[in-house]
């Protein structure tokens, strides 16, 4: 580029800018010449402040509105930790009635052994459909291959009819809720029989 070339660009952009600078200025002397007046100025002041005042007053809304919100759901909570249970509780006081009324029963004269078996078995159903009803499965694994994530060996029985680490025996069954694990299972494992020597 040459120096001539140089010098029309320099001047070219130095016009540009005076142009701009010049309809700044123009704007700025149009803003204040629409309000040099007191009156004018007292209204603009006033609606701002009219608008502050509205801002404000949305604001404080908004905060009691939030702290509101706040308060419910901490109640709420609070609620929700305390009543959890009050459903399921709610499906065991028959269970209770049923006991209470198992043992009447049992102090009875005139009981019998079938009746009290009768008596424990309805009672023992209605707690196994209370349970079920809140997602509270049973883990009774005998037969099955032992699983550590559900069951806890209590011994190693040496067994030659069933595979080894089959649950040969079931000393406590195990319970899952929800599919989460509760109490797992207390079993006895079988382990292959010791070869006699001869």
């Not at 801002?55 to 930790?81: F, G, I, P, S």
């Not at 699983?147 to 680490?165: F, T, Y």
Request: contains cysteine.
């Amino acid at each position: 580029m040459s120096k001539d070339q140089d010098q029309a660009s320099d001047q070219s952009v130095a016009e540009e800018t005076v142009e701009v600078t010049g309809e700044v200025e123009t704007a700025s002397e149009q803003t204040a010449a629409e309000a040099q007046t007191p009156e004018e100025l007292t209204l603009l002041l006033e609606d701002a402040r009219a608008k502050a005042d509205s801002h404000w007053d949305q604001l404080v809304r908004t905060q009691a509105q939030m702290d509101n919100l706040r308060k419910r759901q901490e109640r709420d909570l609070e609620n929700a930790h305390k009543f959890a249970l009050e459903r399921f509780v709610n499906e065991l006081l028959p269970v209770r009635d049923s006991l209470e009324m198992g043992l009447a029963a049992a102090t009875d004269e005139n009981a019998t052994i079938d009746h009290l078996r009768e008596g424990t078995e309805l009672t023992l159903k209605l707690l196994c459909d209370s349970m079920e009803k809140f997602n509270v499965a049973q883990i009774n694994p005998e037969g099955e291959p032992f699983d550590p994530e559900l069951h806890q060996a209590m011994s190693m029985m040496p067994r030659g009819d069933v595979p080894p680490n089959t649950v040969v025996v079931v000393v406590q069954k195990g319970y899952t809720l929800n599919g989460r694990l509760v109490r797992p299972a207390m079993v006895m494992v079988s382990q292959a029989e010791a070869e006699s020597s001869d």
